[in-house]
């Protein structure tokens, strides 16, 4: 862990993170490292979000993957049509 060599995450470390977590359909991690993100006060991109939405797609976890559409919004980011796509797919 990063956090054990004493190296600070940032944004592009916690996208990484999330990537893998899309990757392997590990929504929970996904949103726990997201969750982290936000704690450190780290502004999440599109790309983050993006992440942790196709992660709940993968595991038809439609409830989280609609809070995070809920937090862009109350963030005032726009999602993107891949984002609302994997969003939509979260329903299937």
Do not use: T
């Not at 991690?29 to 797609?57: D, H, K, N, Q, T």
């Not at 993957?65 to 939509?88: E, N, Q, T, V, Y």
């Amino acid at each position: 862990s990063m956090r054990l060599r004493l190296v600070a995450p940032n944004q592009i470390s916690y996208i990484a993170a999330c990537d893998a977590c899309d990757m392997n359909a590990r929504w929970q991690e996904a949103l726990r490292i997201f969750a982290e993100m936000r704690v450190r006060r780290l502004r999440p991109s599109l790309r983050i979000y993006g992440a942790v939405v196709s992660a709940c797609e993968k595991s038809a976890r439609w409830q989280e993957a609609s809070g995070m559409l809920a937090d862009m919004c109350m963030h005032r980011l726009k999602p993107d049509a891949i984002i609302c796509s994997a969003a939509i797919g979260a329903y299937a």
